[in-house]
C-alpha cells in the first residue's frame, strides 16, 4: 500500500501551513509502512478522534472511525476494545481535549494499559476556538480568556503518562515527519496504552512556538535507555512546556515496558461481540428464580 | 391467608437476607409473596426494615401493620410496635453470638409458628447459602425448637413461583435478548443490575465494566456499540445527567445503546436509598438537540423482563437510543409470578452479514433505518458526532443538514407502529372512572383497585413516543380522571397534556422518598371525591 491509499478525497480545512499536515502525513505513511510489513489488518484498525482542529484527521484517514466529542477520546477507545478486542485502536486528541476535558480519563486510560495507540496534537491553545490556553499553555501566555495572563504553570503530559503506568511513552515533532512516522509506527505495534505527545505548533495563536522548538528540539535515541524509568523521568522533565528560556526539548522514545494489558482481564473476551452467535435458553435463565 | 412480615434490624445483622429467605420460602409453598425494602444510606448501624406481604391471592405491594415483627435488635420494636395488628406476634432474637446468626434462629421461631417442614428449610438455605449452610441451619434449627407450631398453613394455592426483584427482572431480560456489554459507575439504585451482572458474567459470557465515571461509562458504551456489541448502561439521575452529552451522541451516531435509569428522590444527591418518578420529564427530555428516543418505564418484574427485551430490540433495530425508566422501588422490591414468559421479539443484532464494498454507514433510507456495519466487516464504517453525509464524513452545508435530520427523524412513523403493537398501554379493572400511572406505582395500583368502586387503572409503559390516541381515548370514555405518580409535582399530567391536549386536575402525588401502598391511594381519592 501507498501512503496516498489512506487519504480521502474531503476537502483539507487546516490553515495553509498547519504542522497538522506532518501529522497526517506521518500518520499515512506508518500505516502504509505496517500495512506492508504485514503488521496491520487495515480493515480492522479504527481510529478515534475528539473535538479540535485535531479531529479533523477524521475526514483525512481512510480508516474506520468514530468523530466523538470533546475529551472522550479514551473510553470511546477503550469501549471498541471491549466490543472487539482484534481491532487496531488508534487515537488522536488535542492537548485541550485530552488534557482539561478529558484528564480524568487520561488518568485512567494510563492505568488500565488498554491496547490501544494515543497521539496528542500539542500546541497549547484551544485554536479551533480562537486560541484559548489550556492546560498545557505556558505561565504568561495571554489571549481573549485571559488577557492577564496565564497564571498557572502547564501539565507535563509526558510525567503524568509515566507516572500514571502508560506502558510506551514518546514525543515526536510534526514538522519532522521521517521521525514521528517511526514513532507512531512503534506505538502501534507496542502491545499496551502507547502514548505520544506530537508537538504542534499553533502558526495563527502560538506563532512563537515554532522558531522556539526548531532551534531547541533533539532526538534522545542514540543516548537514553528507553528501558529505564527513573533516566525516562529525567529526560521528561528537561523541557516544561514553557518558553521564557531556551531549553533542549527532548524527542524520541522515553519509556517502554510490558504489563497485561486491560482486555486480557476478561476471558470471555475472546472474539469481536458480533460474531457471538447466542443459543438464548429462557429456562436456564430464569431457573434460579424458582 | 394474607400475612404482613416485618424484619428490621441494624445494618448488617440481616434483615434483607432474612426476608429474602422467608419470601423465598413462601413462594417455594405456592404463595405469592411482596418484599418491600426500607433502608438508609449507612453500612453498619441505623435502621433496616423489610415488609413481607404473603398472601394465597397475588399480591404487589405492601402496607404498614403486622402480624408478625422479626426484631434483630430493640430499636425495630420500639420504631414498629405501634403498627402491630391486634393479635399479632413479636419474635426478638436472643442474644448470641455470633450475632450474624440471630436472624437465623427467628427463620426458624417463624416457620415452626407456621408449622412448615424443617427438612424444607435446611433444602433453602443449602441453595442459598451453600458452604456457609451448616451453621445457618444449626441456628435455624435452634429457633424451629424454641418455637411452638400456632398456626399450621398447607400449601398455597397453585404451583411454586417465581420470586424476583425488577432489577433481577431488567438482567434477565438483558440476557435474555442477547446483552453483550455492561458498563456502569456505581449509584444507587442501579448499583445491584451491575452486581447482578458481574456475578453472572462468565457463565452468561457478558463483559461488565466499572469504568472511571459516567461519561465514560456512556462513551464506552457506544466505543463498544459501534464495535458491533450489544451495549447496556446503567444509572441514577445524577449519573444520568452527566450523560446526557453521551446520550446525545448516541442520537446522531446512530449507534444503539440502552440506558437504564432508576430513579431516587432529588434535586441533587436527594434521599440516596429511596423512590421517586421525579426524572420523567428528565428522561423524556435529557440531550441538547432534537432526536428520537424510546423511554419505557416496566411496572414490575416480569414486565421489566419483557420491556427490556423490547428495549434491545428497539434500539437495535431503530439505531435510537432506549431508556428504560425504573426507580428504586422497582429496582429492590421482590415479586412472584406464576410464570414469567419470553418476549417473542427476536434477538437479532440487525448487523448486515456481509456488507457491500460501497457501504454507506449513513444511507438514506425509505425508513430512515441505514443497514448496519461494523468495522473489521471489510468496508469502512464510520460514526460521526459531528453532522455528515450519507458516507458518514463531516459536512457544514445547508442541504446535507436538513437531509440528515430528517432521515433520523424519518424512523418516527415506522417506530409508532410498531410501539402500537408492544401493549404500550395497559388497562385494568372495571369502572368508569380512571387512575392513570407509569412505573412502579402499578403494584399499589393493581391492590387498590378491588377496593375501590367503579375505578379502571390505565398504565402508560412507553411514555416516549407517546401512546397519545391510546391514552386519550381512555380518558375520553371516562368520569373522573385521577394521575397517580410518585413525584411532587405529577409530571404525567403535563406529558399528557402536551401528547393529547387533555388536562388533567385530579393528582395523587407522594414525594417523601416512600413508595405508594394502596391505603394511601383509597384515602385520597375518598378526599377528591368530597
Known amino acids: 500500500m501507498k501512503p496516498e491509499d489512506f487519504g480521502t478525497k474531503e476537502t483539507n480545512t487546516w490553515c495553509p501551513g498547519c504542522p497538522n499536515f506532518g501529522i497526517l502525513q506521518s500518520a499515512k505513511e506508518a500505516l502504509a509502512e505496517l500495512a506492508n510489513e504485514g503488521k496491520l489488518s487495515v480493515k480492522d484498525a479504527a481510529l478515534v478522534v475528539g473535538i479540535g482542529c485535531h479531529a479533523k484527521i477524521y475526514d483525512y484517514l481512510n480508516l474506520n472511525g468514530f468523530n466523538g466529542l470533546h475529551g472522550r477520546v479514551l473510553p470511546v477507545c477503550l469501549g471498541i476494545k471491549l466490543g472487539n478486542p482484534n481491532l487496531t485502536v488508534i487515537c488522536f486528541g488535542g492537548d485541550g481535549d485530552t488534557f482539561d476535558e478529558g484528564v480524568s480519563h487520561f488518568v485512567h486510560a494510563c492505568r488500565y494499559n488498554a491496547n490501544i495507540t494515543m497521539m496528542v496534537h500539542i500546541n497549547q491553545v484551544f485554536a479551533l476556538t480562537t486560541g484559548q490556553a489550556t492546560a498545557l499553555t505556558e505561565k504568561g501566555f495571554v489571549d481573549g480568556s485571559t488577557p492577564l495572563g496565564q497564571g498557572e504553570k502547564p501539565i507535563n503530559s509526558l510525567v503524568l503518562a509515566l507516572e500514571l503506568g502508560a506502558t510506551f511513552v514518546a514525543r515526536g515533532y510534526a514538522l519532522q515527519v521521517p521521525h514521528l512516522k517511526e514513532l507512531m509506527k512503534k506505538a502501534i505495534i507496542h502491545k499496551g496504552f502507547s502514548y505520544i505527545d506530537i508537538l504542534q505548533p499553533c502558526i495563527v495563536y502560538h506563532k512563537h512556538s515554532v522558531p522556539y522548538l526548531n532551534?531547541?528540539?533533539?532526538?534522545?535515541?542514540?543516548?537514553?535507555?528507553?528501558?529505564?524509568?527513573?533516566?525516562?523521568?529525567e529526560k521528561a522533565r528537561e523541557w516544561d512546556y514553557s518558553y521564557e528560556k531556551d531549553t533542549k526539548v527532548p524527542i524520541g522514545v522515553f519509556y517502554q515496558t510490558q504489563r497485561p494489558t486491560f482486555e486480557s482481564q476478561w476471558p470471555q473476551l475472546k472474539q469481536p461481540w458480533y460474531t457471538v452467535d447466542r443459543k438464548i435458553n429462557w429456562d436456564n435463565i430464569i431457573r434460579e428464580f424458582k | 391467608m394474607e400475612k404482613t412480615i416485618l424484619i428490621g434490624g441494624e445494618a448488617g445483622l440481616g434483615s434483607a437476607v432474612t426476608s429474602h429467605f422467608i419470601g423465598k420460602i413462601f413462594a417455594s409453598l405456592g404463595y405469592y409473596v411482596f418484599n418491600y425494602r426500607d433502608y438508609p444510606s449507612l453500612i453498619r448501624g441505623g435502621h433496616n426494615f423489610n415488609i413481607l406481604k404473603i398472601s394465597d391471592k397475588p399480591v404487589y405491594s405492601h402496607e404498614y401493620k403486622y402480624d408478625f415483627i422479626l426484631a434483630l435488635d430493640q430499636k425495630t420494636i420500639d420504631i414498629h410496635k405501634k403498627d402491630l395488628k391486634k393479635g399479632g406476634l413479636v419474635f426478638k432474637s436472643k442474644e448470641m453470638e455470633p450475632k450474624i446468626l440471630a436472624n437465623d434462629v427467628l427463620i426458624g421461631l417463624l416457620f415452626k409458628h407456621f408449622g412448615v417442614n424443617l427438612d424444607i428449610l435446611f433444602t433453602a438455605s443449602e441453595k442459598v447459602f451453600g458452604k456457609k449452610a451448616d451453621l445457618i441451619k444449626k441456628a435455624i434449627e435452634d429457633g424451629y425448637q424454641s418455637g411452638s407450631q400456632k398456626e399450621p398453613i398447607r400449601r398455597g394455592s397453585g404451583q411454586e413461583k417465581y420470586f424476583i426483584s425488577g432489577t433481577e427482572g431488567i438482567g434477565i431480560g438483558s440476557i435474555a435478548a442477547?446483552?453483550?456489554?455492561?458498563?456502569?459507575?456505581?449509584?444507587?439504585?442501579?448499583?445491584?443490575l451491575?452486581?447482578?451482572?458481574?456475578?453472572?458474567?462468565l457463565e452468561n459470557n457478558i463483559l461488565v465494566f466499572q469504568p472511571e465515571n459516567e461519561m465514560a461509562v456512556i462513551n464506552a458504551a457506544l466505543g463498544a456499540s459501534f464495535a458491533g456489541a450489544k451495549a447496556m448502561v446503567g444509572t441514577s439521575g445524577g449519573g444520568f445527567a452527566l450523560m446526557t452529552e453521551g446520550l446525545s451522541l448516541a442520537a446522531m451516531t446512530e449507534l444503539p445503546l440502552v440506558i437504564y435509569l432508576g430513579q431516587r428522590p432529588a434535586p441533587a444527591t436527594g434521599l440516596a436509598t429511596h423512590t421517586a418518578q421525579g426524572d420523567l420529564k428528565f428522561a423524556l427530555n435529557a440531550g441538547h438537540g432534537e432526536?428520537?428516543?424510546?423511554?419505557?418505564?416496566?411496572?414490575?418484574?416480569?414486565?421489566?423482563?419483557v420491556r427490556t427485551q423490547e428495549a434491545f430490540y428497539l434500539t437495535n433495530k431503530y439505531r435510537i437510543p432506549v431508556?428504560?425508566?425504573?426507580?428504586?422501588?422497582?429496582a429492590e422490591s421482590n415479586y412472584t409470578f406464576d410464570e414469567i414468559e419470553k418476549s417473542v421479539l427476536t434477538e437479532s443484532r440487525f448487523i448486515l452479514e456481509n456488507p457491500p464494498q460501497d457501504y454507506k454507514s449513513y444511507k438514506i433510507t425509505e425508513n430512515g433505518i441505514s443497514p448496519r456495519a461494523v468495522p473489521g466487516q471489510g468496508p469502512i464504517v464510520l460514526a460521526n458526532s459531528y453532522e455528515h453525509n450519507d458516507y458518514g464524513h463531516t459536512i457544514e452545508d445547508s442541504a446535507w443538514a436538513v437531509k440528515m435530520q430528517d432521515k433520523r427523524f424519518k424512523k418516527i412513523n415506522y417506530l409508532k407502529k410498531e410501539i402500537g403493537k408492544l401493549n404500550p398501554v395497559?388497562?385494568?379493572?372495571?369502572?368508569?372512572?380512571?387512575?392513570?400511572?407509569?412505573?412502579?406505582?402499578?403494584?399499589?395500583?393493581?391492590?387498590?383497585?378491588?377496593?375501590?368502586?367503579?375505578?379502571?387503572?390505565?398504565?402508560?409503559?412507553?411514555?416516549?413516543?407517546f401512546p397519545a390516541e391510546m391514552v386519550s381515548r381512555e380518558i375520553k370514555k371516562s368520569k373522573k380522571v385521577i394521575l397517580v405518580e410518585n413525584s411532587a409535582t405529577g409530571a404525567l399530567a403535563d406529558v399528557i397534556k402536551e401528547e393529547t391536549g387533555i388536562v388533567i386536575k385530579n393528582k395523587i402525588l407522594k414525594y417523601d422518598g416512600r413508595p405508594f401502598i394502596p391505603e394511601d391511594i383509597i384515602k385520597s381519592i375518598k378526599k377528591i371525591k368530597r
Request: proline share 6%; net charge positive.
Open chain 2, 178 to 192: 442477547g446483552l453483550d456489554v455492561y458498563l456502569a459507575y456505581p449509584m444507587t439504585p442501579t448499583t445491584p
Open chain 2, 291 to 305: 432526536f428520537l428516543r424510546v423511554v419505557l418505564a416496566p411496572g414490575d418484574a416480569k414486565e421489566a423482563a
Open chain 2, 323 to 330: 431508556i428504560l425508566l425504573g426507580d428504586k422501588h422497582l
Open chain 2, 194 to 201: 451491575l452486581t447482578f451482572f458481574a456475578k453472572r458474567q
Open chain 2, 426 to 465: 395497559s388497562v385494568y379493572g372495571r369502572g368508569s372512572n380512571l387512575l392513570i400511572s407509569h412505573g412502579s406505582t402499578k403494584g399499589a395500583l393493581l391492590d387498590a383497585l378491588p377496593q375501590l368502586k367503579n375505578f379502571r387503572f390505565l398504565q402508560i409503559s412507553y411514555l416516549k413516543p
Open chain 1, 215 to 233: 532551534k531547541n528540539i533533539y532526538k534522545i535515541e542514540e543516548t537514553h535507555d528507553a528501558g529505564n524509568f527513573s533516566q525516562a523521568l
